[in-house]
C-alpha cells in the first residue's frame, strides 16, 4: 500500500487510479486498492463504504473525448460489430494539448493500437480489418513498446526495469501462493494473466500488488471451478479489502475474466506429431510457465506461445523438427511472430533455469521423460526454483506483526532455540547410525575376507569383491530408484539452497533416507569417497523437515512442528543443520559454525551465530556419548569407532623452525594435487553427464559397479606384490600388537606374509577404512612402518580411484578423501624430512 504522493495540481487530479486532494491539515488519498485519509500526524483513518464512494466521485469528471480513462478504457477483448478507439492504425494517440481547467497530468496514457500485423486477419481495401472475420471475445494483443511506453506506472516514476520486477514479484507470490492452496497450474497462470491486464491499466504507485495478486487469483480460482477453502480467521480479518480489489479487478477489466493458456495447444499438436512423449514437451511446458511471469499473455496469442515455446525447446535440444514441415501451420504461427515470442528475457530465463536441473535430466528411452525439467500439472521434477529471503512488508505483514504481543515474541524466540536443539540430536543420532553401519559392515567384510584367506587366496578374492558390489549396488539402486537427489555430496545444493536457490528434491524425506542409506553402502563397500559431505546434506534435511513440520506425503508430519511458514526462518535452520552436520563429522562444534559462516550461507546475524554454535555443541555431547556408549560393546563388534579423532598428544615432539619449509612444500603439493582433481573430475563429469547418463538408470549403476569391481581388484591385488616387513620391537611406552588379530583393526595387518610375526604396510592402509587408515598415518612412535614405495603407491591409486568415483550415482563426500590423500603425500613428505635433519626429533607421522 503506497501512500500519495506530492503533486502541484488544483482540484483533487485523478493519476493512474489514485485521486489526491488537500484540505488545510489533512492530506487524502483515494484509490481503488485501498480509501485512507492521512492527517497532518501522519495517522491512519479508515472511510466506511469508500469503494461505492469513489465510484459515484469517478462519474463527476468529464474528460474530453479524446483519451480514455481507467474506468472507460476499451475492452481488453473486441466485440462482434463494435466500435473502437483504437481502429485507426495510423493515428498518434500521444496526449494533446486542451484547456479545460485540468491539467494534463490528470489523464492517463491511453494504450495504442497493436502495430503488429496479423497473417491470418482478413484486410479490407481500406487498410481496416474486417469485423465480421472478429470472434465474439477475441482478446486484443498489444505490442512489447505499447505496454513498456504507455503504462500507467510510467507517469508514476517507475521505469521499465521497476515495473518489470514489480511484475516478477507477484508472480512469484502467486506461485508459492498457489502452491501452499495446492491449486493447479493453470489457476496460478490464470491468476499471473489477470494480474498483468489490471497493472497494464492501473499504475502500481497506487495499488499493492500483494492485495490485486490474492483477490485475482480468488477471481481464477472461481473462474476455473477450483475453490479452496480459508482459514475461518484470515477470512474475518482480510474479508472486506479482498472483496474491495475483486470488485477493483472486475471493473478495471471490464468483468472479462477468461484466459486461454498455451498448455493445450502445445500438448495436443505435439501429440499429432508424435512428439507427446519427448522431453521436447516437458521443456517446452517449463518455458510457458517462465513466460507467465512476464507480458507475453498481452502480446501474443496462446498457440502462439506454444509455438515459440517447442521452438526454443527443440533448438536448446539440438533436435530437428525438419522432419515435421507442418508443424507450424499446425501452430497457425507465422515467422515473424515466432521470431518476437523467442527473443522474450523470461523465455531465455526459462532455458538458463533449464541448464541448472540439467544435470538431473533422465534418458527417455526408460519412459523417464517426465520427471525432467518441464512442468505439467503437479510435477515439478527438476524444477528450480527462488526462494523469498526478503521480508515483505506489506499491509498484511505490518497488520500481524502488530498483533503479536511480548508472549508471543517471546514463544518465538524460544520455538527457535527447540528446533535447534532438535536438530543438534537428530543429526548426531544420524551421524552414530551411520558410523556404527559402516564400520560394522566393514568390520564383518575384513573378517570374513581373512577367515576365507586362511583356506584360499581366490575365494577371499572373490568373496571380498561380492562383498563390495553388493554393498555398492544396493546404495546405487536407491538412489536412482528412490532419491536421484541424494546423490553426491548434497552441499551445492545446500549452498545454493542458502543463497535463494531451491531445487526441486534436494530436502525431501526421501532424500534424507536415500542418504543416510546410500553413504552406509557407498563407504562400507570400500569406494574411494567419504561420508562427511553427505553428513552435512543430511543435517540440511533434517533441519528442513522439522521446519516444514514433517513429511506428509509419508505422514510422518506433527501440526504443533508446523510453526515456520517463511523461507527466510527455514534458512536458519539449514544453516544451522549444515553445522551440526560437519560437527558431528569430525566432533568439532567450531568447525561446524566456520563452516557454516565462511563455505555455505551469505546471510549471517549474530543471533543466528549462537543458535548455530548451540546446535553444534549438542551434536557434540550427542557423539561423545555416543562413542562411551559404544566403548563398552553395545554397538556391535567392530562399532566403536568411525569418527576421524588424532589422539597423539601424549607422545607428540614439538615441532621445529627447521620444519617450516617442509610443511611450505607439503602445503604446494597440495594445491597442486587439488587443482589437478578438479580439473580431472570437470572432464570427467562432462563426460558422464553428456553421454553416460543419458542411457538411464541401469547404465548408472553399471557405471557404479564396475567401479567397485576395480576398486576392489585394486586394494586387494596391490598388497600382493609387496615385501612383508618385520614387526617392530615392542615399547612398553606406547605397547602395540603386531600383527594385529584377525578381525580387528589395528596398525599391522599381516596379509600374504610368510612369518606370523610380519606385517603387509601396503595392506595396512587398504583393508582399513579410511578413519582408521588416517588414524594409522597420524600414529606417533611409529618410524618406518610405512615404506616410500607403499606410500607412493597408495597415493597414485587412491586419487586416481578418487577421481574417477566422485559424481557417480551415490552419496559422495570429498572430505576424508582428501584428508586421506593429504596425510599420505604428508608422511611420504616427513619420512624424507627425517631422513635430512638426522639429529633432531622429528615424528614423520605427525
Known amino acids: 500500500m503506497s501512500r500519495g504522493r506530492t503533486y502541484h495540481s488544483q482540484g483533487g487530479p485523478y493519476l493512474g487510479g489514485c485521486r489526491f486532494s488537500v484540505n488545510g491539515n489533512h492530506s487524502t488519498v483515494s484509490s481503488t486498492e485501498n480509501f485512507s485519509h492521512y492527517n497532518s500526524?501522519?495517522?491512519?483513518?479508515?472511510?466506511?463504504?469508500?469503494?461505492?464512494?469513489?465510484?459515484?466521485?469517478?462519474?463527476?469528471?468529464?474528460?474530453?473525448?479524446?483519451?480514455?480513462?481507467?474506468?472507460?478504457?476499451?475492452?481488453?477483448?473486441?466485440?462482434?460489430?463494435?466500435?473502437?478507439?483504437?481502429?485507426?492504425?495510423?493515428?498518434?494517440?500521444?496526449?494533446k494539448a486542451y484547456n479545460n481547467g485540468i491539467s494534463t497530468h490528470d489523464i492517463n496514457f491511453v494504450l495504442p493500437a497493436p502495430s503488429r500485423p496479423d497473417a491470418n486477419a482478413y484486410t479490407s481495401t481500406a487498410g481496416k480489418r474486417d469485423r465480421s472475420e472478429f470472434e465474439v471475445d477475441e482478446v486484443i494483443f498489444l505490442s512489447r513498446d505499447d505496454i513498456e511506453r504507455c503504462s500507467p506506472s510510467r507517469k508514476d516514476g517507475i521505469d521499465v526495469l521497476?515495473?518489470?520486477y514489480l511484475r516478477?514479484?507477484?508472480?512469484?507470490?502467486?506461485?508459492?501462493?498457489?502452491?501452499?492452496?495446492?491449486?493447479?497450474?493453470?489457476?496460478?497462470?490464470?491468476?499471473?494473466?489477470?494480474?498483468?491486464?489490471?497493472?497494464?491499466?492501473?499504475?502500481?504507485?497506487?495499488?499493492?500488488?500483494?492485495?490485486?495478486?490474492?483477490?485475482?487469483?480468488?477471481?481464477?480460482?472461481?473462474?476455473?471451478?477450483?475453490?479452496?477453502?480459508?482459514?475461518?480467521?484470515w477470512f474475518e480479518l482480510y474479508q472486506e479489502r479482498v472483496i474491495e480489489a475483486e470488485q477493483l479487478i472486475l471493473t478495471t477489466l471490464d468483468f472479462e475474466l477468461n484466459v486461454q493458456h498455451p498448455y493445450v495447444p502445445l500438448t495436443s499438436i505435439l501429440d499429432k506429431l508424435g512428439l507427446s512423449k519427448s522431453v521436447l514437451v516437458n521443456l517446452a511446458l517449463h518455458l510457458i510457465s517462465?513466460?507467465?511471469?512476464?507480458?507475453?499473455?498481452?502480446?501474443?496469442?496462446?498457440?502462439?506461445?506454444?509455438?515459440?515455446?517447442?521452438?526454443?525447446?527443440?533448438?536448446?535440444?539440438?533436435?530437428?523438427?525438419?522432419?515435421?514441415?507442418?508443424?507450424?501451420?499446425?501452430?497457425?504461427?507465422?515467422?515473424?511472430?515466432?521470431?518476437?515470442?523467442?527473443?522474450?528475457?523470461?523465455?531465455?530465463?526459462?532455458?538458463?533455469?533449464?541448464?541448472?536441473?540439467?544435470?538431473?535430466?533422465?534418458?527417455?528411452?526408460?519412459?523417464?521423460?517426465?520427471?525432467?525439467?518441464?512442468?505439467?500439472?503437479?510435477?515439478?521434477?527438476?524444477?528450480?526454483?527462488?526462494?523469498?529471503?526478503?521480508?515483505?512488508?506489506?499491509?498484511?505483514?505490518?497488520?500481524?506483526q502488530a498483533l503479536r504481543g511480548k508472549l508471543y515474541v517471546g514463544y518465538y524466540v524460544g520455538v527457535k532455540w527447540f528446533f535447534a536443539l532438535l536438530i543438534g540430536v537428530g543429526t548426531g543420532l544420524a551421524a552414530v547410525f551411520i558410523n556404527i553401519s559402516v564400520e560394522n559392515f566393514a568390520g564383518w567384510k575384513f573378517s570374513l575376507t581373512f577367515s576365507v584367506i586362511q583356506k584360499s587366496y581366490v575365494a577371499g578374492f572373490l568373496l571380498y569383491i561380492l562383498i563390495n558390489l553388493v554393498l555398492v549396488f544396493s546404495s546405487a539402486f536407491i538412489i536412482t530408484n528412490f532419491a536421484p537427489a541424494a546423490a553426491g555430496s548434497g552441499i551445492p545444493e545446500i549452498k545454493g539452497y542458502l543463497n535463494g536457490?531451491?531445487?526441486?528434491?534436494?530436502?525431501?524425506?526421501?532424500?534424507?533416507?536415500?542418504?543416510?542409506?546410500?553413504?552406509?553402502?557407498?563407504?562400507?563397500?570400500?569406494?574411494?569417497?567419504?561420508?562427511?559431505?553427505?553428513?552435512?546434506?543430511?543435517?540440511?534435511?533434517?533441519?528442513?523437515?522439522?521446519?516444514?513440520?514433517?513429511?506428509?506425503?509419508?505422514?510422518?508430519?506433527?501440526?504443533?512442528?508446523?510453526?515456520?511458514?517463511?523461507?527466510?526462518?527455514?534458512?536458519?535452520?539449514?544453516?544451522?543443520?549444515?553445522?551440526?552436520?560437519?560437527?558431528?563429522?569430525?566432533?568439532?562444534?567450531?568447525?561446524?559454525?566456520?563452516?557454516?559462516?565462511?563455505e555455505v550461507t551469505s546471510w549471517w546475524r549474530s543471533q543466528l551465530m549462537w543458535r548455530v554454535f548451540f546446535t553444534s555443541a549438542i551434536v557434540a555431547v550427542v557423539v561423545r556419548t555416543a562413542m562411551g556408549w559404544c566403548k563398552s560393546g553395545k554397538c556391535g563388534h567392530f562399532g566403536s569407532g568411525g569418527f576421524i579423532i588424532w589422539d597423539?598428544?601424549?607422545?607428540?615432539?614439538?615441532?621445529?623452525?627447521?620444519?617450516?619449509?617442509?610443511?611450505?612444500?607439503?602445503?604446494?603439493?597440495?594445491?597442486?594435487?587439488?587443482?589437478?582433481?578438479?580439473?580431472?573430475?570437470?572432464?570427467?563429469?562432462?563426460?558422464?553427464?553428456?553421454?553416460?547418463?543419458?542411457?538411464?538408470?541401469r547404465f548408472k549403476i553399471i557405471e557404479v559397479c564396475l567401479i567397485s569391481v576395480i576398486t576392489s581388484v585394486i586394494s586387494f591385488g596391490l598388497p600382493l606384490f609387496r615385501k612383508c616387513s618385520p614387526c617392530p620391537e615392542a615399547d612398553p611406552?606406547?605397547?602395540?600388537?603386531?600383527?594385529?588379530?584377525?578381525?580387528?583393526?589395528g596398525n599391522y595387518v599381516n596379509f600374504y606374509c610368510g612369518k606370523d610375526k610380519e606385517y603387509n604396510d601396503l595392506a595396512t592402509i587398504f583393508f582399513n577404512t579410511q578413519d582408521d587408515a588416517i588414524r594409522n598415518l597420524f600414529s606417533a612412535k611409529t618410524i618406518h612402518e610405512y615404506s616410500a614405495q607403499s606410500l607412493l603407491t597408495f597415493l597414485v591409486m587412491f586419487y586416481t580411484l578418487a577421481v574417477v568415483t566422485f559424481g557417480t550415482a551415490v552419496p559422495a563426500g570429498q572430505f576424508v578423501p582428501g584428508i586421506m590423500i593429504g596425510s599420505t603425500y604428508g608422511r611420504l613428505v616427513g619420512m624424507f624430512v627425517v631422513s635430512f635433519y638426522k639429529k633432531l626429533n622429528i615424528e614423520e607421522g605427525t
Not at 526462518?569 to 557454516?596: E, K, M, N
Request: net charge negative; proline share 5%; charged share 20%.
Open 41 to 95: 500526524d501522519g495517522n491512519w483513518l479508515r472511510k466506511d463504504n469508500s469503494f461505492h464512494d469513489y465510484s459515484r466521485q469517478l462519474k463527476e469528471y468529464n474528460y474530453p473525448p479524446h483519451y480514455v480513462n481507467p474506468d472507460t478504457a476499451p475492452s481488453l477483448k473486441r466485440r462482434k460489430f463494435s466500435s473502437s478507439t483504437w481502429e485507426n492504425s495510423g493515428e498518434d494517440y500521444r496526449p
Open 168 to 233: 516478477y514479484s507477484y508472480c512469484a507470490f502467486l506461485q508459492n501462493l498457489g502452491s501452499r492452496l495446492d491449486l493447479p497450474q493453470t489457476t496460478v497462470g490464470t491468476a499471473m494473466v489477470l494480474c498483468h491486464r489490471f497493472f497494464v491499466r492501473r499504475s502500481h504507485a497506487c495499488h499493492d500488488r500483494y492485495l490485486i495478486a490474492t483477490a485475482t487469483l480468488f477471481l481464477a480460482a472461481k473462474s476455473e471451478e477450483t475453490p479452496r477453502p480459508l482459514n475461518d480467521g
Open 290 to 400: 517462465e513466460g507467465l511471469r512476464s507480458s507475453l499473455w498481452l502480446q501474443f496469442k496462446p498457440h502462439q506461445i506454444a509455438a515459440g515455446a517447442a521452438y526454443l525447446a527443440a533448438k536448446y535440444l539440438n533436435m530437428d523438427l525438419a522432419s515435421c514441415p507442418n508443424i507450424w501451420m499446425e501452430f497457425q504461427t507465422p515467422p515473424f511472430i515466432l521470431e518476437g515470442i523467442m527473443l522474450s528475457n523470461q523465455f531465455q530465463n526459462g532455458i538458463e533455469t533449464a541448464k541448472l536441473a540439467w544435470a538431473r535430466l533422465p534418458s527417455t528411452e526408460d519412459g523417464e521423460g517426465d520427471e525432467v525439467v518441464g512442468v505439467s500439472g503437479n510435477n515439478d521434477g527438476g524444477r528450480v526454483e527462488s526462494l523469498d529471503y526478503e521480508v515483505v512488508e506489506n499491509h498484511a505483514y505490518r497488520e500481524e
Open 733 to 745: 611406552n606406547f605397547p602395540i600388537e603386531c600383527p594385529r588379530p584377525p578381525g580387528m583393526y
Open 162 to 164: 521497476h515495473e518489470t
Open 501 to 598: 536457490v531451491d531445487t526441486h528434491g534436494i530436502l525431501l524425506f526421501r532424500t534424507l533416507i536415500g542418504k543416510i542409506f546410500g553413504s552406509i553402502g557407498s563407504v562400507g563397500g570400500g569406494l574411494a569417497l567419504g561420508k562427511e559431505g553427505p553428513l552435512v546434506h543430511t543435517g540440511a534435511c533434517i533441519a528442513s523437515l522439522l521446519g516444514q513440520g514433517g513429511s506428509t506425503k509419508y505422514h510422518l508430519n506433527s501440526r504443533w512442528l508446523q510453526f515456520f511458514n517463511s523461507d527466510r526462518d527455514r534458512r536458519d535452520l539449514v544453516t544451522c543443520g549444515c553445522a551440526a552436520g560437519v560437527a558431528a563429522a569430525f566432533r568439532a562444534p567450531v568447525g561446524g559454525v566456520l563452516f557454516a559462516l565462511e
Open 648 to 697: 597423539i598428544s601424549g607422545g607428540q615432539e614439538d615441532y621445529s623452525f627447521e620444519e617450516l619449509l617442509p610443511m611450505a612444500v607439503i602445503g604446494v603439493i597440495g594445491g597442486l594435487l587439488g587443482a589437478l582433481f578438479n580439473q580431472l573430475t570437470r572432464y570427467i563429469t562432462y563426460w558422464r553427464r553428456n553421454y553416460l547418463h543419458k542411457k538411464g538408470n
